[in-house]
């Protein structure tokens, strides 16, 4: 007893100075103007990623340990407050009040608007603009999509699992509309798609979107997301809006990072390198370079399979009537001895008979239940980037500028677990079943080049704009259950590549004495596409079970190719969990797609403008679309404008 009262009592004085070590630091962000509570806010200690969001009524709250710190408190339009700080054992509250400004608010836009004077307070149509320092500070995301899932409201992109191919790409979309609707542009110019259509029931389903994990974060200075449609002025895939990615152009100043981490559940493993690096070239020019590293562990969030493993249900292979003479369940095309089929009929008897009680001590003896589920969870990533932004005078007003990168990409995910008792498994290959194991090996590369200047007095920008993505699948811990015992355990199982080439031409001028202003813009577009469906190895595809029978007519035997049995019990062929695709469904189609628009915007008074936009548009494949747009903004004062887009 005494010893219980003693444990006892040592464990509340742990407990008592874990507590006591233990600091909460808690308060409220408001528009130091206004006093409304900022919704969104980050707080975090400098240094660190130990912080959080502010809620609905502007509150946050986070823990840590007791220490002097600055804290750190950030939102997009206001200026961000440094605060040096004391943080004592228990409760500890700090509120901020923040005023507007920033770099965001004075940032011209190119998103949106062509008129080049248009700030971002300015504008007809909403506009998030985003600084990737300030978001990545405080957001515990080190992948471009996820860092846009949380700081941007209109965006969603969720990472999908036992999903083929979209388990490596995650679909991402703005408005809740489909995400081929987005159209993503890298400085202004149109990014590639990737090549990977999505399926299985995931988001856009049967749609083709941008992948954006495949830029580094570290290559970013802001984003801009265009929160309305958009099809008039940039094509007919921005029906949702617009993201525009701006490049870093800083020049010597090294930027370097390392982020590292995991999830609570111990797994999920996250490694982050990143290095940025600008170099001056001649009067006013530079490059920009920025390398990445990026590796992503699984997760697992499924739960413990609960149905039958090794009982089987006595019909197809697990007969217990073979006889000598019979097809070899194992071995396509070869006939069992009697010997063969006794110990067939023999083991199939056991499995066929297992009580409920034989099973579970079966399935415990060979690792329990978790060893024959699936994983549900994030696949695993391991991600290379290069990205370049180049700028280069040419004189008399005029440079020329280029920027692009290269991404690698394997990703590894899983399907679902083929069971011992199941036809799909060949049990001389894998006696305890196996988990499928889907690879992708994934290439992208971009590179844009364009010169940009003045000719009679309109701004004119030439451009060129080229994109390629490649997706291949690499099915490993598999087989070709109709194969049998000799089936090879990775297939080639083919893939797709899809190209883009972009050509702009774009005149700009702003008419200062015409009413308030005239922006007046307009430009053309050419546009190539290219998309190859790969087929991929033999084994990875056919079915070996599937044979053509031997008819006779007129004496003369021959083989009949519309007259077929199966010899291996109808075992599926093709790799499991991703049969390969055929060389009947190789393909390689092109299409192009021509564009010209017009977008002018009248100033009325400093107070109202109406922007007017129309493109047209011809693809070669399903002909003519054009599109209109009318969007205005009146401020009846400087704390209160009226805006709409139509």
């Known amino acids: 007893m005494k010893r219980f009262t003693l444990s006892l009592l040592m464990l509340l004085g742990v407990t008592i100075m874990a507590q006591a070590q233990t600091a909460v630091v808690k308060g409220k962000v408001t528009d130091g103007n206004s006093g409304e509570p900022l919704i969104g806010a980050t707080v975090i200690i400098d240094g660190t990623s130990t912080g959080s969001s502010t809620d609905a009524d502007g509150n946050y709250s986070f823990t840590t340990t007791p220490g002097n710190y600055v804290l750190v408190v950030s939102f997009i339009g206001y200026e961000t407050i440094n605060r040096s700080v004391t943080i004592k054992p228990g409760d500890n509250k700090f509120d901020f009040e923040m005023t507007e400004g920033g770099v965001a608010l004075n940032e011209i836009l190119v998103t949106g608007t062509r008129n080049k004077n248009r700030t971002v307070t300015e504008t007809a149509v909403p506009v998030d603009v985003i600084s990737i320092e300030e978001i990545t500070q405080g957001a515990p995301q080190v992948e471009l999509s996820q860092i846009l899932n949380y700081v941007a409201p209109s965006f969603s992109s969720n990472r999908q699992t036992i999903s083929d191919g979209t388990d490596h790409v995650d679909p991402a979309s703005l408005r809740g509309l489909g995400v081929d609707q987005v159209l993503v542009l890298i400085n202004g110019?149109?990014?590639?798609?990737?090549?990977?259509?999505?399926?299985?029931?995931?988001?856009?389903?049967?749609?083709?979107?941008?992948?954006?994990?495949?830029?580094?974060a570290a290559a970013i200075d802001r984003i801009e997301v265009l929160r309305d449609g958009a099809a008039s002025q940039y094509g007919s895939d921005a029906i949702a809006g617009v993201i525009n990615i701006v490049l870093k152009s800083n020049t010597n100043q090294i930027e370097a990072s390392v982020t590292t981490g995991q999830t609570y559940e111990g797994d999920g493993d996250q490694l982050q390198l990143n290095a940025n690096y600008g170099f001056n070239i001649g009067d006013g020019g530079f490059i920009n370079v920025t390398g990445q590293y990026q590796f992503r562990g699984r997760t697992d969030r499924s739960g413990e399979y609960s149905g039958s493993v090794f009982k089987t249900n006595g019909t197809g292979i697990f007969a217990e009537n073979f006889q000598a003479g019979d097809f070899n369940p194992y071995v396509p095309g070869q006939r069992l001895t009697q010997e063969e089929a006794d110990a067939l009929n023999a083991m199939n008897a056991i499995t066929n008979n297992l009580t409920p009680e034989q099973e579970e001590a079966m399935i415990e003896q060979y690792g329990g239940r978790r060893r024959f589920s699936l994983k549900a969870g994030d696949s695993q990533v391991e991600n290379s980037a290069l990205m370049v932004n180049s700028v280069l005078p040419l004189g008399g007003g005029a440079e020329f500028y280029a920027f692009g990168g290269i991404n690698a990409r394997r990703g590894l995910a899983t399907g679902f677990y083929r069971l011992?008792?199941?036809?799909?498994?060949?049990?001389?290959?894998?006696?305890?079943?196996?988990?499928?194991?889907?690879?992708?090996?994934?290439?992208?590369?971009?590179?844009?080049?364009?010169i940009?200047?003045?000719?009679?007095?309109?701004?004119?920008?030439?451009?060129?704009?080229?994109?390629?993505?490649?997706?291949?699948?690499?099915?490993?811990?598999?087989?070709?259950?109709?194969?049998?015992?000799?089936?090879?355990?990775?297939?080639?199982?083919?893939?797709f590549r899809f190209q883009q080439n972009t050509t702009n031409l774009d005149f700009s001028k702003y008419y200062n004495n015409a009413m308030e202003g005239i922006n007046l813009a307009f430009g053309a577009e050419y546009r190539v596409e290219t998309y190859n469906l790969i087929a991929g190895e033999e084994g990875s595809y056919r079915d070996y079970g599937t044979v053509s029978l031997v008819d006779t007519t007129g004496g003369v035997s021959f083989i009949n190719e519309s007259s077929t049995t199966n010899i291996m019990y109808n075992r599926p062929g093709g790799a499991q969990v991703f049969p390969g695709f055929r060389p009947s469904n190789e393909l390689k189609e092109s299409r192009t797609a021509v564009g010209l628009y017009v977008d002018t915007e009248f100033n009325f008074t400093s107070n109202f403008f109406i922007?007017?936009?129309?493109?047209?548009e011809n693809y070669s494949d399903f002909g003519n679309t054009l599109n209109g747009k009318l969007a205005l903004r009146w401020a009846i004062i400087d704390q209160l404008a009226l805006r709409g887009a139509v």
């Open 611 to 616: 922007d007017v936009a129309a493109r047209f």
């Open 420 to 450: 011992p008792n199941q036809s799909r498994n060949v049990l001389t290959i894998y006696p305890l079943g196996f988990l499928p194991e889907i690879n992708s090996r994934i290439f992208d590369g971009s590179l844009a080049m364009g």
């Open 452 to 495: 940009r200047g003045e000719i009679a007095g309109f701004d004119v920008d030439f451009s060129n704009t080229y994109g390629t993505n490649s997706f291949q699948f690499v099915i490993t811990n598999t087989l070709n259950a109709s194969r049998g015992t000799p089936s090879p355990t990775s297939f080639n199982s083919g893939g």
């Open 189 to 216: 110019k149109r990014r590639h798609t990737s090549s990977l259509v999505n399926v299985n029931g995931t988001v856009g389903r049967g749609q083709v979107g941008t992948d954006l994990n495949t830029i580094p």
